[in-house]
């Protein structure tokens, strides 16, 4: 069996760390002041400088974050919030935690992004039925990508909705010259361990350049509390993130640049490499990915199970993000209205995403296509 390639190498990327990572860790075992430690401070300060944002706010995952900045606008039953159908459950998950309703949105045939028409279609659809009131937009830059932010602020704008910025896959990425975290209201991340800034467990942050909004955030995540300690101002959550994880991200924080930039390399590697049979992701105009998913597309399904069975046989692993749209899931189904939504219900289907990650060696991307451009030449024989 070949040396396997790993989809994800945190082993390799801790090694790379090296002791600036240790140190981090024993600060906080020396301080310990486990639970808003001075890390958080300095990780805030950081996250909202990189993001180009007055504010960053820790949290505890990027559902949390999610969770937070809807209840900090109040949604809830009867209110519709219009998100892509195809994206990671937490972005429609936390909208019925609230007693809201999820409206389903297509999305870009080709960049996998929420789709424009699709999105003023189903506002027109909700405005026209009548029984919702339309209260928010959640964008998600799927797989590192930006979503197409200028036209979403305008639509929102346009629409009196409160926009959001699933920025889970994203951070990092950029977007008209324009670092993401600043292009909606309120800009969600995740530190999941997978994101292309993860620490080690669950993470999140908060970025918003509005001052009362931040102080809400702030409250809300520690259980709605006050200026004063046990002052309890809202009914707020447990969300806050630990010193551990931001003292991991402070480390992080340092190579992030440099690992963006592995990234991008990896992602040219294979757009330059794969056979024609074998779609690149579309490139977003004018934007640069944080390339937290490389997903290639096939031309069926049948096609795509059989790269990925042959890439698994060359040791190779590989990841479907995802399989179904959310409106097809069978916790989503009987909240759906019924409306198709073509591309979501097909590209789970065609898609594959291949290794990235910024302790992927050259030699590593070489294999990979090797794997392909074999398996490609293979379909090609049996075809004739
Ligand atoms: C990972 C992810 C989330 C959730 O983040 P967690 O930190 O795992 O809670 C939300 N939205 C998208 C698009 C994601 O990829």
């Not at 310990?32 to 995952?61: K, N, T």
């Not at 993130?241 to 640049?257: E, G, P, W, Y």
């Not at 440099?258 to 490499?273: F, W």
């Amino acid at each position: 069996m070949p040396e396997p390639v790993p989809f994800l190498d945190l082993a390799a990327q801790q090694a790379r760390l090296g002791s600036g990572l240790r140190e981090r860790l024993d600060r906080v075992l020396t301080h310990c002041r486990f639970v808003m430690g001075p890390e958080i401070e300095e990780l805030e300060e950081r996250l909202a400088r990189y993001g180009g944002a007055r504010h960053a706010i820790g949290v505890s995952s990027g559902t949390d974050a999610l969770l937070a900045v809807l209840m900090a606008e109040d949604v809830g039953p009867g209110m519709a919030v219009f998100l892509p159908a195809f994206t990671y459950t937490a972005t429609a998950e936390v909208v019925l935690l609230l007693g809201a309703t999820p409206v389903f949105v297509d999305v870009d045939a080709r960049t996998f992004q929420i789709s424009l028409p699709s999105l003023e279609q189903r506002l027109a659809d909700v405005r026209r039925a009548g029984r919702l009131e339309p209260k928010a937009i959640i964008g998600v830059d799927l797989f590192g990508q930006p979503a197409p932010w200028d036209e979403l602020n305008g639509l929102a704008s346009r629409e009196g909705l409160f926009l959001i910025a699933d920025c889970a896959q994203s951070f990092g990425a950029s977007y008209r010259g324009r670092r993401l975290g600043h292009e909606a209201r309120a800009t969600t991340l995740s530190f999941f361990p997978s994101k292309p800034l993860g620490c080690y467990g669950d993470g999140g942050a908060i970025l918003t350049d509005d001052d009362d909004r931040a102080a809400l955030y702030r409250s809300l995540r520690s259980h709605g509390e006050g200026r004063q300690r046990y002052e309890v101002r809202r009914i707020g959550l447990n969300a806050r993130l630990d010193s551990l994880q931001a003292a991991v991200l402070l480390a992080k924080m340092d190579v992030f640049d440099d690992e963006l930039k592995r990234r991008e390399a990896v992602a040219r590697a294979y757009d330059a490499g794969l056979p024609s049979l074998v779609r690149p992701p579309a490139r977003v105009p004018d934007s640069r990915s944080a390339w937290a998913v490389y997903c290639v597309t096939l031309p069926s399904r049948a096609l795509r199970d059989s790269l990925r069975d042959c890439l698994s046989g060359a040791n190779v692993a590989t990841a479907i993000y995802y399989p179904k749209p959310l409106h097809e899931q069978p916790a989503y189904q009987a909240r759906h209205d019924g409306v198709a939504l073509p591309v979501a219900e097909t590209v789970g289907g065609q898609v594959l995403a291949l290794p990235i990650h910024a302790d992927l060696s050259d030699e590593a991307v070489g294999r990979v296509l090797a794997v392909i451009d074999q398996w490609a030449e293979e379909q090609g024989d049996t075809q004739q």
